[in-house]
C-alpha cells in the first residue's frame, strides 16, 4: 500500500522560504520518478517539480516556479523535499508529493503566502 506523507507547510511572507518534506512507503522508492504537485483554491491540481528515479536523479520545473524551487531526493529516507525560495501570493495552494507510477496522493501541506 502507498502511503505518502507531506510536512513543512505554513504561513510564510512573501519573499520568504519554506522546505517541504515528503516521507514515502509501500513502494521501491530509489526507483521511482517523483513529483511534487500544487492545487490552489479554486483551480485544478498542477506540477510543480520532477525528480527522476535515483540513477540520474534529473529534474523538471513548472514555469512559474523555476530559479526559485529546487526539488530534491533522499533515497536512504525514502524522502523527497521542495526548497521554496522568494515565495508569492500565487504560490499559496495545498502541495502534494506523488510518485509517478502510481495513484495515490498524501493529505498535502498547505502553504499561504501573504503579501
Known amino acids: 500500500q502507498v502511503k505518502l506523507v507531506e510536512s513543512g507547510g505554513g504561513l510564510v511572507q512573501a519573499g520568504g522560504s519554506l522546505r517541504l518534506s515528503c516521507v514515502a512507503s509501500g513502494i521501491t522508492f530509489r526507483i521511482r520518478n517523483m513529483g511534487w504537485y500544487r492545487q490552489a483554491p479554486g483551480k485544478q491540481r498542477e506540477l510543480v517539480a520532477l525528480?527522476?528515479?535515483?540513477?540520474?536523479?534529473?529534474?523538471t520545473y513548472a514555469d512559474s516556479v523555476k530559479g526559485r524551487f529546487t526539488i530534491s531526493r533522499d533515497n536512504a529516507k525514502n524522502s523527497v523535499y521542495l526548497q521554496m525560495n522568494s515565495l508569492k501570493p500565487e504560490d499559496t495552494a495545498v502541495y502534494y508529493c506523488k510518485a509517478l507510477a502510481y495513484d495515490d496522493w498524501g493529505q498535502g501541506t498547505q502553504v499561504t503566502v501573504s503579501s
Open positions: 525528480i527522476s528515479s535515483a540513477d540520474s536523479a534529473s529534474t
